[in-house]
């Protein structure tokens, strides 16, 4: 097997691979320090938590090795409207009930004249809010869950984690420019590629994590690409990092603009910093003014752009080519997906692993499977900008004036009318996700389950103001998350003589 690029994407599928396979195949990865690396993906979601343990990383030494820090949400301010802000907070609300989720009683309440918003409920986002962390997996003998966390990262320090632990356990590095794939004339799917200077590597199976340009995906095999663009405008980005900024704070924050928005990912070293944006209605001057306007600290370095194309290769396997990263397609950062992508593209291939060669019924489930997974999270994207009320500027106008796929209106018909959510098999966001982000948008569910009336309004009071009790109890307890990151960071000690 040949992984095509390295970076964050290349080393995640030589690690996992190697790591679950072991001596089943022969791994190579061919990338050259000639081609930098987007290396925008700082920030993730919980289940990189999955990916480290799978890989059996301690999780201080990660800490330590990446300069990571904790990331218990996603902050969006002025998205529905000027002036609002919400989270995205990872874990569990409240305490759900059999067959009835919390937020069908919280609705249950607003209509009863309590004023608590959902955020209330959320140990999340009240740790969060504090600038709070510590490890919990759940409050007073099992009464709530715990804080659930993914991590903030310098992606370029995690390739490195990345590499140095697949070539210990024997993934060959090649260093080289690739200048051509050579096709089979009687299969059409690549058989090598060329490096420059001389020198060809040969493969049964490639992997293509060239990023944007695709180089076996599409350059060799003309796959196609789908194009998102009409849904989601924004076209291109810039970024850069600052200097570093009290409080350390737990969470990402994603702040609209007339013309986009931006994220900001604090690190232990530094904050990342970037500015997502439509062309249309910004240009590239215009936006790295706003940019540098907008930072927290002195920058450290000149902002650096990032065209790019929402969308997704129309098949993410072709012939022997599976495509992982941004070779697969890209989703913007607003949810922090792509190294989610990147993980659980290598995953579903390690399920649909060949045996005795590659058959055309195993590619096509791949695809399958891949193609709901980036139109699950296309839509959840779509939301939060179809879903607004800002006046202020066309780009948020043109927003709100897109019709949005019938799958997504079909998930906002059901939640306004009935609070009711579902989670498709397999999708990646949660009934809590949609509800938050929903809610937070200005989307007011106007009834609610018949079972959140099971109980009389004296228990809805003891039910509410119980859960609350509970998780400020939890938050008090905690230390900051500066310390519990200094604590990760401490050296190890030295093994007694």
């Known amino acids: 097997m040949v992984v095509i690029g390295g970076g964050t994407a290349g080393w995640i599928s030589a690690a996992l691979l190697v790591k679950i396979l072991g001596n089943a195949l022969k791994i190579t990865v061919v990338e050259s320090e000639q081609i930098g690396t987007i290396g925008v993906g700082e920030a993730t979601i919980p289940p ?34 000027i002036g609002a802000r919400y989270m ?28 608590e918003a959902l955020w209330d409920y959320s140990l999340n986002y ?40 697949s070539e210990r356990l024997g993934v060959r590095r090649i260093e080289g420019l690739i200048t051509h ?37 599409e350059q060799a095999l003309n796959t196609g690409y789908e194009d998102w663009s ?7 980005a810039l970024a850069v990092a600052c200097e570093s900024a009290e409080p350390l704070a737990p969470y990402t924050r994603a702040i ?49 752009p990032i065209p790019f194309r929402t969308g997704r290769r129309t098949r993410q396997w072709n012939h022997n080519v599976v495509s992982i990263g941004l070779a697969s397609g890209f989703l913007e ?9 990147i993980q659980s593209g290598v995953i579903r291939l390690i399920k649909h692993f060949p045996h005795a060669g590659i058959t055309p019924a195993e590619i096509d489930e791949y695809n399958r499977q891949s193609q709901a997974e980036f139109e699950h999270i296309r839509d959840f994207l779509i939301l939060h900008y179809w879903q607004n009320d800002r006046p202020d500027s066309e780009f948020w106008r043109e927003c709100r004036n897109r019709e ?8 906002i018909e059901l939640f306004e009318t009935t609070g009711k959510l579902f989670r498709a098999q397999d999708e990646l966001f949660g009934e809590q996700a949609w509800q938050q982000v929903m809610i937070g948008q200005g989307i007011m569910p106007r009834d609610y389950h018949p079972l959140a009336d099971s109980l009389t309004t004296q228990q809805l009071d003891e039910l509410l103001d119980g859960v609350r009790a509970i998780i400020q109890r939890a938050v008090d307890g905690m230390g900051s998350h500066r310390q519990f990151i200094e604590r990760c960071c401490r050296p190890a000690a030295a093994p007694i003589a």
Do not use: M
């Open 230 to 236: 009409h849904w989601l405008p924004c076209d291109r």
């Open 404 to 411: 949005p796929p019938p799958s997504l209106q079909q998930r």
């Open 88 to 115: 995205h907070a990872f874990g569990s609300i409240g305490k759900d009930f059999p067959f009835c989720g919390f937020h069908h009683f919280w609705t249950r309440s607003l209509g009863e004249g309590r004023r």
């Open 126 to 165: 009240q740790s969060a809010k504090r600038n709070r962390f510590a490890p919990l997996e759940q409050l007073e003998i099992g009464k709530l869950p715990g804080l659930v966390h993914a991590y903030h990262f310098d992606a370029g320090l995690y390739a490195a984690y990345l590499r140095a632990f």
């Open 256 to 304: 609209a603009h007339p013309g986009g928005w931006q994220w900001r990912i604090p690190l232990q070293h530094r904050t990342g910093n970037g500015l997502v944006y439509c062309s249309k209605y910004l240009s590239d001057e215009e936006a790295r003014a706003l940019l540098l306007a907008n930072l927290d600290a002195a920058p450290l370095g000149e902002p650096r």
């Open 48 to 81: 990189i938590l999955s990916l480290n343990r799978a890989l059996g990383f301690d999780e201080a030494d990660f800490i330590r090795a990446t300069r990571a820090t904790i990331k218990l949400g996603i902050e969006f301010e002025h998205w529905g409207r």
């Open 333 to 341: 950062p607003l949810e922090s997906t792509s190294i989610h992508l």
């Open 181 to 217: 794939a050579n096709l089979d004339p009687a299969t059409g799917g690549v058989q090598s590629v060329q490096l420059q200077g001389g020198g060809e590597v040969a493969g049964d199976l490639f992997i293509d994590c060239s990023g944007f340009r695709g180089l076996l995906i």
